[in-house]
């Protein structure tokens, strides 16, 4: 059932341009400049009239959520809030009859992000869905929603979903975009096509599997990892440095990388691997500063680059090319190797990389 793969978390990782396009199927046309969701069709004035949107969810889901926040605040104008469901749930939020709140959550049984929507509920708010377990819980508990359609995710550390979540997402915030008219038609289209490519990409992308698995033979006497990312890159550092912990239980932690020089940065020495992601886009120079201050503190620095890159690539201990693609997509690419570099660090101490110690596959206590 591992499809000859030694753990399901590979497998799941490589099933991703599949999953994905099936994320997509019947919802971008086939001429690939258009996304209908159903939800938005049924939902359309309670969508269109949010004066707001909170996310609700934990981990993973979380991350998708952030990167949700930047897609949809980008290109539909409406502020959106995240929030862990944990925190929300106790904290008696301003939420009501105006607000939609979007809970995410692969398993759809999330103890805390179930009482989160029925908090939400309780007060007027209209609740959406992002859930991959059909006809679980949250779904059940939701006005409406989009499933994200990528199979049974067996592996403990989420992969597959999260890129399911931020490409319905994603969808999601082109959808409404366009039925509000805060994105000009070409762009629209653009980011729409692009986005259908995207499977494509990973599956290219995947080949760097080998390369990382030689990678990871020589991090794994980290005790510490730094994962540093800006704007649609950050949640993705963020996620790098959860799916290492959960599986190789190296301490590794996620920045924003220009918050470095606000404390993290006194901990850079020759036993602190970095993981950067410095693609090309309007903060590539500033992340390249960042990555020569970790360089002169002797730091580690595995980048991660937009392909044909030259100038990173001269100066980082190891580099790891991505396909080039828009910035709002490029957490859906940046994010497979990371998942490989977890992957292959906790195969490397042959720690039980489907089944971590402590952890649960769907949380449905508190
Ligand atoms: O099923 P959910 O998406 O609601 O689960 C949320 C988290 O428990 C989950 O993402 C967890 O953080 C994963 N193990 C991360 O890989």
Redesign the pocket.
């Known amino acids: 059932e591992k499809g000859g793969y030694p753990h399901f978390m590979l497998k799941e990782i490589f099933e991703q341009p599949a999953c994905l396009t099936n994320c997509m199927r019947g919802r971008i046309n086939v001429e690939h400049d258009h996304v209908t969701l159903s939800a938005l069709i049924d939902h359309r004035s309670k969508l269109l009239n949010a004066k707001r949107i909170i996310i609700v969810?934990?981990?993973?889901?979380w991350h998708a959520g952030l990167i949700g926040k930047q897609m949809i605040e980008t290109f539909c104008r409406i502020p959106v809030e995240v929030e862990y469901a944990s925190e929300f749930r106790y904290r008696n939020p301003v939420v009501g009859e105006s607000d939609v709140v979007i809970a995410?959550?692969?398993?759809g049984?999330?103890a805390d992000?179930l009482a989160a929507v029925e908090l939400a509920k309780s007060r007027g708010a209209f609740i959406y869905g992002i859930c991959n377990a059909i006809g679980s819980s949250i779904p059940r508990a939701t006005d409406t929603g989009t499933y994200i359609h990528v199979g049974p995710e067996i592996g403990?550390?989420?992969t597959k979903?999260f890129t399911g979540q931020v490409t319905v997402l994603t969808m999601f915030a082109l959808a409404l975009a366009d039925a509000k008219g805060t994105v000009s038609h070409d762009e629209y289209v653009k980011t729409v096509k692009e986005l259908a490519q995207i499977p494509a990409m990973i599956k290219d992308l995947l080949k760097v599997n080998d390369q990382i698995a030689d990678m990871a033979r020589t991090f794994t006497y980290a005790r510490n990892f730094l994962y540093l990312g800006r704007g649609f890159s950050y949640p993705v550092a963020l996620e790098g440095a959860?799916?290492l912990k959960?599986i190789s239980y190296i301490h590794a932690e996620g920045y924003p990388a220009a918050e470095m020089k606000h404390g993290p940065i006194a901990l850079i020495d020759s036993d602190m691997p970095v993981v950067a992601i410095a693609t090309h886009n309007g903060m590539y120079e500033k992340v390249r500063s960042n990555i020569q201050e970790i360089k002169a503190r002797q730091g580690r620095v595995i980048a991660i680059v937009t392909k044909g890159d030259t100038t990173i690539s001269k100066i980082a201990d190891a580099v790891i090319e991505l396909p080039d693609t828009m910035d709002c997509l490029e957490p859906l690419v940046a994010t497979i190797p990371l998942q490989l570099l977890a992957y292959h660090i906790a195969v490397c101490k042959g720690k039980d990389v489907d089944q971590p110690r402590n952890?649960a596959k769907?949380?449905t206590v508190e």
């Open positions: 969810a934990c981990g993973t889901s995410i959550s692969q398993s049984e999330t992000t403990v550390a989420s979903a959860l799916k959960e952890l769907s949380v």
